[in-house]
T-cell receptor
Framework: DTEVTQTPKHLVMGMTNKKSLKCEQH?????MYWYKQKAKKPPELMFV???????INESVPSRFSPECPNSSLLNLHLHALQPEDSALYLC??????????????FGQGTRLTVV | GQQLNQSPQSMFIQEGEDVSMNCTSS?????WLWYKQDPGEGPVLLIA?????ELTSNGRLTAQFGITRKDSFLNISASIPSDVGIYFC????????????FGQGTRLTINP
């Protein structure tokens, strides 16, 4: 099973709303990631969790708040977003190796539209 | 920071033709990954490379980890319509584990 499951697949939210994106994997991976992808662009790293602890924050605005409740789940809490935050949000996971090799598996993404 | 230059940006080919695309970097990478992404979907891992000089195949796909560790290529033989999509290279270098850097992508279009 090499599946990363993201919900919802589509989300439309107003700028005053609070919503959450969810991600789940059962591959025993101890690294989980959030990426943001704009149209016709490559994925851009937002956050990395290693062993359920936040290890990388790529200077993401505080209106995006990640959470890793356990080794299988990753959430991204959204609050007071702007229209320019509309994008495809991708979750990924990977094993952690000493050399840091990162064979990341991606979910199908959540298409977020901020109105 | 580390950047990947992926080329070509787009390709228009006839069904049955072979395809080649590559990524280069000014710095050394420890891992090279190749992904394919269909519209509205997440990237799907095609091939992972971990050693300089490594040549790996996955069906009609073949990828190599450059001997200098600064480049990688992906070949697709005998293209078929379902090969259409965007192909991304991704590398993980020495600047922190778990940090994948993506190329800009190669958009492949196939004329039947």
């Amino acid at each position: 099973d090499t599946e990363v499951t993201q919900t919802p697949k589509h989300l439309v939210m107003g700028m005053t709303n609070k919503k959450s994106l969810k991600c789940e994997q059962h591959m025993g991976h101890r690294a989980m990631y959030w990426y943001k992808q704009k149209a016709k662009k490559p994925p851009e790293l937002m956050f990395v969790y290693s062993y359920e602890k936040l290890s990388i924050n790529e200077s993401v605005p505080s209106r995006f708040s990640p959470e890793c409740p356990n080794s299988s789940l990753l959430n991204l809490h959204l609050h007071a977003l702007q229209p320019e935050d509309s994008a495809l949000y991708l979750c990924a996971s990977s094993h952690l190796h000493k050399k840091g090799n990162t064979e990341a598996f991606f979910g199908q993404g959540t298409r977020l539209t901020v109105v | 920071g580390q950047q990947l230059n992926q080329s070509p940006q787009s390709m228009f080919i006839q069904e049955g033709e072979d395809v080649s695309m590559n990524c280069t970097s000014s710095s050394i990478f420890n891992t090279w990954l190749w992904y394919k992404q269909d519209p509205g979907e997440g990237p799907v891992l095609l091939i992972a490379l971990y050693k300089a000089g490594e040549l790996t195949s996955n069906g009609r796909l073949t990828a190599q980890f450059g001997i200098t560790r600064k480049d990688s290529f992906l070949n697709i033989s005998a293209s078929i319509p379902s090969d259409v999509g965007i192909y991304f290279c991704a590398g993980q270098g020495s600047q922190g584990a778990q940090k994948l850097v993506f190329g800009q992508g190669t958009r492949l279009t196939i004329n039947p």
